[in-house]
């Protein structure tokens, strides 16, 4: 199964895609996902898309010509599209300022590029590059300046960490060793991603639930050759061992398909979805359906049904006795 997209993001995508392409007549087709990152059989799928979009009228010369079966991508009768779109002023404002604020962050690097482009940027935008210094961005959650010192000495010296890390979903404190490797922002969070020594693989730590960090004396020593984390789908990354289960979501729960990773997702009308998702600790689940009072409701696997609908039992007769 696939992760969900939702539409807009796919459009997005779509949107660059094409004169991204048109400037790369005949790129293998590996390559164009790798640059794109995105699987090749996403870039096949995008490109079906495509090849059934056009101006109106939809005969044959209106309609975007795909092609990739010999293995490299070719793209044409897409003129209309052909430049990337220009930024409007409202556009230009918002990306000055992301990175402005990227730039900014304290302790955490960023890459020349960063730089450049904002130069471009504010070279290009005239007036709107100086409105942009009247906006305060202010990051949440603030992130404490001794943590990310630590942070940042760590990473430049090549030295472990001791964490004292809140797993959320486990509602639990663990203590961990760690040699970080990066950090990294997805989905709007500061992550650090590292070595742990206590799950013996990489793990990504949202530094906002780093209750402590401490910089030790050992050098960090993470195994040799570890490919960099696909990070383009979000920071979730599920596991075998999880649990893969299939939630009915009412429209006030709806947003449960937007906020956490689905591997799948039908609209029933209504406003009304079913989703698949993997989960990975029960007593997540079990708090979600709870606090959403029948906006969620689990359909499978069977005995995590029996389950969830046992402690509700259990909950509606504590009340009861309370009441009584």
């Not at 490109?47 to 079966?69: K, N």
């Not at 809140?166 to 639990?172: H, K, L, P």
């Not at 599920?238 to 609209?267: K, M, N, Q, Y």
């Not at 990975?280 to 499978?300: E, K, M």
Request: charged content about 25%; some cysteine.
């Amino acid at each position: 199964m696939s992760t969900y997209e939702s539409a807009t993001s796919r459009l997005g995508r779509l949107l660059a895609m094409v004169p991204w392409l048109l400037n790369r007549q005949g790129i293998d087709l590996a390559s164009a996902a790798a640059e794109l990152g995105v699987s090749e059989s996403q870039v096949v799928d995008d490109l079906q898309v495509l090849f059934v979009c056009g101006t109106p009228g939809h005969y044959p010369d209106d309609l975007i010509d795909a092609q990739w079966e010999d293995g490299r991508v070719y793209v044409s009768n897409a003129d209309s599209i052909a430049r990337p779109l220009r930024l409007g002023r409202d556009e230009a404002l918002a990306l000055i300022v992301a990175l402005r604020a990227l730039a900014d962050t304290p302790g955490l690097a960023h890459s020349d590029a960063v730089d450049r482009a904002l130069a471009k940027l504010e070279q290009a935008a005239g007036d709107v590059a100086q409105a942009a210094g009247k906006v305060s961005v202010d990051l949440e959650p603030e992130l404490p300046a001794d943590m990310v010192g630590a942070v940042r000495t760590a990473l430049t010296e090549s030295r472990r960490m001791h964490l004292r890390y809140r797993v959320a979903s486990r509602d639990e404190t663990t203590e961990r060793d760690v040699d970080p490797l990066r950090v990294v922002s997805v989905d709007g969070r500061w992550y650090l991603e590292g070595w742990c020594h206590r799950a013996q693989g990489v793990r990504l730590f949202r530094l906002d639930r780093v209750e402590d960090a401490q910089v030790l004396d050992q050098p960090a020593t993470p195994p040799a050759g570890l490919p960099e984390r696909d990070l383009s789908g979000g920071a979730f990354r599920g596991s075998p061992e999880d649990l893969v289960v299939t939630l009915h979501l009412e429209p006030g729960s709806a947003w449960v398909a937007e906020s956490f990773p689905v591997e799948s997702v039908t609209e029933l009308g209504d406003g009304r979805l079913e989703v698949t998702m993997r989960v990975g600790d029960p007593r997540w689940l079990h708090r979600l359906v709870r606090r959403q009072g029948g906006g969620v409701r689990v359909l499978a696997p069977g005995p995590l049904v029996e389950e969830v609908a046992a402690r509700a039992r259990a909950a509606l007769e504590g009340y009861g006795m309370e009441e009584g």
